[in-house]
């Protein structure tokens, strides 16, 4: 079944340990997406891709990276988490849009936790 | 500045009324979409309205565009407790969506 994957689902980290969230869509979307949300906010766009071997910062400045080295996979990794970074990441996936954006189709979220 | 606010930003309503949210913008779009999102959980998309339509229905859901105001408004009639959820409007272009700041709303039995 085509879907959109996130893990971890939770993550309690101390600080300064790297971490990656994966994110895996098997809907064979060219676009992807990374967003953090703060609980009962807005979503703010980190990164996006659209393709292989794009990558793009979004709206919101974030120390995060990410990197699409496959179309169905765009890991999101921090070298060094700090308490800031606390918080809900959504990954999403969309087609091509023949004008204006398309629907994206969103995973679960990583909640992410820093002590 | 963010490019779609909504309005209430919570609205709680008994099981059977109609809930009606309302989302203004800052700049021209090509559409707009809403997204449902369940407490903890990720976005799922409910509806796209192309900014050369007025009004469009989806089972309970009925939405509308005004491009001379700039404003879209979702309508859920005959709610249910599943409802309770937050809504979220979308603006796209370029391929990228700005969302607004949600209604959380609440459906009581």
């Known amino acids: 079944e085509a879907d959109i994957y996130q893990t971890p689902r939770y993550l309690v980290i101390g600080t300064g340990k790297k971490i990656t969230l994966e994110c895996s869509q098997t809907?064979?979307?060219?676009?992807m997406y990374w967003y953090q949300q703060d609980p009962g906010m807005e979503l703010h766009l980190i990164h996006y891709s659209y393709g292989v071997n794009s990558t793009e910062k979004g709206d919101l400045s974030s120390e995060s990276t990410v990197s699409r080295i496959r179309t169905e996979h765009f890991p999101l990794t921090l070298e060094s988490a700090r308490p800031s970074h606390t918080s809900q990441y959504l990954c999403a996936s969309s087609d091509h849009g023949l004008a204006g954006a398309n629907e994206q189709f969103f995973g679960p979220g990583t909640r992410l936790t820093v002590l | 500045s963010q490019q779609g606010e909504e309005d209430p930003q919570a609205l709680s309503i008994q099981e059977g009324e109609n809930a009606t949210m309302n989302c203004s913008y800052k700049?021209?779009?090509?559409?707009l979409q809403w997204y449902r999102q369940n407490s903890g959980r990720g976005l799922v998309h409910l509806i796209l309205?192309?900014?050369?339509?007025r009004e469009k229905h989806s089972g309970r859901l009925r939405v509308t565009l005004d491009t001379s105001k700039k404003s879209s408004s979702l309508l859920i009639t005959a709610s249910r407790a599943a409802d309770t959820a937050s809504y979220f409007c979308a603006t796209g272009g370029g391929n990228k969506l700005t969302f607004g700041t949600g209604t959380q709303l609440k459906v009581e039995l």
């Open positions: 700049t021209s779009i090509n559409n």
């Open positions: 809907m064979g979307h060219d676009k």
């Open positions: 309205i192309r900014s050369n339509e």
